[in-house]
């Protein structure tokens, strides 16, 4: 119950479709429990009082109440559906804004295909629950009272005998559930495993084909499929075992009800249409409580998935504006690290140890070292992706936390490695940042970036839709979108990770030509593992393992004799004076 309560206010604003359908249902009940009730009245003062003048009017009764019974049960099942829907739709909405501000801490760990199923099949079991298994739950009660009030009202004597299996049906219902719930959360569990290695083999299909390795593939993915199928034939067999063991207590009932109510008719005790009443009445009770067990699924469902969806809803957002945090349109980009250290997680080695350094509006910081030194942590620290464990990192000599997380955004304009972009069209993509750009700035922006001539030739220029992850488009193509995307924010801090990596040499000159325009007057920061990338930054940063080891520009680094700048210069260079002395 804790789940519903904490997921209360996505449901209880549309009250109001509930409760009316369950007003609906009431009549439905009402009407139903009146079948019986007119069955024993034809027999007993019609039939057998040979009232035979009541029958058009038992008859028009009987008509009028099937009509009745029929609108309600059309009103009650389009309000409580409206009632469901409502309420997921907001439920859906609240996820996938929690999902925009969970910290990147989150996705570290978290799988695609088990976000996307708590989204879709979570939210839907859920919903099926509040559209249908609620009020299946308040009719069940209501009719099985109505029809008990009814028996104990005609004949109380017969009414215990008939109904005193019912708590072993009680009891079996109950120890069904509390095997069926963690079944249900196994399965959609395994659910959730079997659509992340979809979306994996999907995402990852060029490195799948480019090593063969389809059947290992088909391979894992029956491991998950299997498991899936067994939790479902686990969770089939509690129902085998259980559903006709609470058949076989319900015809217990109704044999017990006819040995004894047929004795009673006999001695004359009862009417027997009290007997025929009861007869109807007893499946009233015994149905519903034999459908109990589908209830209880929905509701173990719908607690399984509330669960998980509550996960996510209440997952801590660690990186958020602090009150009062300063909104600014334009920073001026200077950025200064004094003593900055940060680690991931608890576990792991620190990622960045001791960093200081100064950033003035508009010089170009060189980032250089080996893999795993700490060159994107610091540039994702300065998005305030992350937060560093120790030290301060400050902008415009303000601290970063200052500042909302919007103006630090606005003001950042990051090119990675591997840019994603968005299946549509190209302008859409270019503008992403800054959707209200006009056209001559995308085209600015493009030309800036050497993509303009290229997106001419697409066949619809700037309206081509492109395929999902910019597919249709080479490397190096979607890396130069992904600068004008950068360039079009106009951004006073400018991040290039690694950017030029994907791009030939000559076209990497001509957008680090276009670059060095661009950059002017914004604080840049190049990660690059290309020493050629790096000549023209003012500031060049050496990182080793987590710390800076040197710094300078340029000339100053290569005069350092030993330096780790110079050790990876002449690593770079030494191939093309081979190649020179060779090629004499
Ligand atoms: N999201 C993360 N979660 C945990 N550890 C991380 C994460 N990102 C980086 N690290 C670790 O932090 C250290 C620094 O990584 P970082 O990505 O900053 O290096 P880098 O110099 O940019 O490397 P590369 O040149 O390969 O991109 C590495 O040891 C890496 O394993």
């Given amino acids: 119950m804790e789940i519903f309560k904490k997921l209360k206010h996505f449901y209880w604003p549309f009250k109001a479709y509930f409760f009316w359908s369950i007003v609906l249902l009431l009549a439905v009940t009402g009407f139903t429990v009146a079948y019986p009730v007119i069955l024993k009245i034809t027999i007993d003062s019609v039939i057998l009082d040979q009232n035979y ?5 038992v008859a028009g009764g009987f008509f009028l109440i099937t009509m009745l019974k029929g609108i309600a049960v059309y009103f009650h099942q389009y309000l409580g559906d409206l009632f469901g829907i409502r309420a997921v739709f907001e439920l859906r909405n609240a996820l996938y804004e929690k999902l925009q501000y969970l910290p990147f801490r989150y996705y570290d760990n ?35 009272t109505l029809s008990m009030g009814i028996m104990f009202y005609y004949s109380p004597s017969l009414a215990f ?12 219902v109950y120890q069904f559930d509390k095997k069926v719930h963690p079944a249900f959360k196994d399965i959609r569990r395994s659910f959730a495993g079997m659509t992340t290695k979809v979306q994996e083999n999907i995402s990852g299909m060029t490195t799948v084909k480019s090593l063969s390795k389809e059947d290992f593939e088909m391979g894992r ?39 004894y109510g047929g004795y009673l008719v006999i001695n004359g005790e009862i009417q027997p249409g009290v007997l025929v009443a009861f007869f109807s009445l007893i499946w009233f009770i015994i149905n519903p409580l034999m459908n109990l067990g589908f209830i209880v699924n929905t509701f173990s469902q719908a607690k399984a998935s509330g669960e998980r969806l509550l996960e996510v809803l209440e997952e801590p957002e660690d990186i958020q504006d ?51 030194s700490g060159k994107t942590s610091i540039t994702q620290l300065i998005t305030r992706f992350y937060e560093p464990d120790s030290g301060s990192l400050m902008v415009d000599g303000r601290s970063i936390t200052d500042y909302t997380l919007k103006t630090i955004r606005k003001n950042t304009g990051v090119v990675l490695q591997e840019s994603f972009l968005f299946s549509s069209t190209v302008k859409d993509n270019i503008s992403y940042g800054r959707p209200e750009a006009s056209m001559e700035r995308i085209i600015d922006a493009s030309k800036r970036a050497d993509a303009h001539d290229f997106i001419m030739q697409l066949p619809d220029g700037y309206d081509t839709v492109l395929g999902e992850r910019g597919g ?17 924010v106009d951004p006073s801090i400018l991040i290039l990770d690694d950017a030029t990596s994907a791009v030939d040499m000559e076209t990497e000159a001509k957008i680090q030509a276009a670059f060095r325009e661009v950059m002017q007057g914004r604080t840049t920061f190049i990660i690059a593992h290309r020493i050629s990338s790096l000549l023209h930054a003012d500031e060049i940063l050496v990182l080793n393992e987590g710390r800076i080891v040197e710094k300078g520009n340029h000339y100053e680094l290569l005069n350092m004799e030993n330096g780790h700048y110079r050790r990876i210069y002449e690593l770079q260079y030494k191939d093309k004076n081979q190649f020179l002395l060779e090629a004499r």
């Fill in 53 to 57: 003048g009541w029958i058009p009017y």
């Fill in 110 to 144: 978290a799988r695609t295909g088990d976000l996307m199923s708590r989204l879709t099949a979570d939210v839907e079991g859920f919903r099926f629950f509040l559209s249908f298994g609620f009020a299946q739950l308040i009719n069940l009660f209501m009719l099985v």
């Fill in 161 to 172: 005998v008939t109904l005193g299996a019912m708590p072993f049906l009680i009891v079996t």
């Fill in 221 to 259: 993915f029956g491991e998950k499929n299997t498991d899936y199928k067994d939790k479902y034939i686990y969770t089939s067999n509690i129902w085998s075992k259980y559903f006709p063991f609470m058949e076989l207590i319900g015809h217990i009932c109704v044999v017990v009800l006819l040995g």
């Fill in 322 to 372: 602090k009150p009062g945090a300063v909104e600014k349109d334009r920073l001026n980009g200077h950025v200064s690290f004094n003593n900055v250290s940060h680690r991931y997680s608890e576990e792991e080695e620190p990622a960045l140890q001791n960093i200081s350094f100064e950033a003035a509006p508009g010089k170009t910081i060189g980032l250089i070292g080996a893999t795993g």
């Fill in 472 to 488: 249709g488009l080479s490397g190096g193509q979607k890396q130069r979108i992904a600068i004008a995307r950068a360039i079009c």
